[in-house]
């Protein structure tokens, strides 16, 4: 979908030239009390550092598991601080793969809009891992990324809150 490959780019200039603010701290201000197993990537070149974050996850003594691909699917391995780096230059936990379920996700973008649909990086990894698990997705970016409108299809995974530098936030679905 050419709209898609037009937006990724325009996306990924954009966010090189992103201020150095994160959404951590917007995150970590809400209560996530009732929450154990957290999903969360492992940030890479210019996307929304997430190592703040899983740092102070783990220190709250909730589980942190970060993806790995094997092959064209994703697996979820706890992350304890032991890294192999992938095939595309991205940390990966080393350890069993994990095939529980997540309280939470925290999912990389390259564009969001009010709704929840999320443009990804077209690889289809994180539609395919979250096809029908029972998680809350969350969008993880800069402000800049939330568009008014990003290119959906039916394969596409939404997100349920976006988390920007500014808050945290529940789609509006309708």
């Known amino acids: 979908m050419k709209e898609k ?6 996306m990924r200039a954009l966010r090189r030239e ?9 995150f970590l ?3 996530w009390s ?3 197993a957290f999903f969360v990537y492992r940030s890479f070149r210019d996307e929304a550092d997430t190592r703040e974050l899983i740092a102070v996850l783990k220190a709250m003594g909730k589980r942190v598991f970060s993806p790995r691909v094997e092959g064209r ?4 391995v706890e992350d304890k601080g032991r890294y192999a780096l992938s095939r595309f230059g991205i940390e990966e936990p080393i350890g069993e793969a994990y095939p529980g379920d997540f309280d939470v996700t925290v999912l990389p973008l390259l564009a969001v809009d009010e709704a929840g649909h999320r443009l990804g990086y077209g690889g289809g990894y994180y539609d395919r ?4 698990k029972e998680t809350l997705k969350v969008g993880y970016c800069y402000e800049f990324q939330v568009l008014d409108k990003v290119p959906f299809e039916d394969c596409d995974v939404s997100v349920d809150m976006i988390c920007t530098e500014r808050g945290l936030r529940a789609a509006k679905r309708g």
Not at 5 to 10: T, Y
Not at 18 to 26: D, E, K, L, T
């Open 5 to 10: 490959i037009d937006l990724r780019r325009e």
């Open 18 to 26: 992103r201020s150095a603010s994160s959404p951590a701290q917007a």
């Open 29 to 31: 201000r809400a209560d």
């Open 34 to 36: 009732g929450t154990g």
């Open 73 to 76: 699917e994703m697996v979820a």
């Open 129 to 132: 891992f979250l096809r029908g």
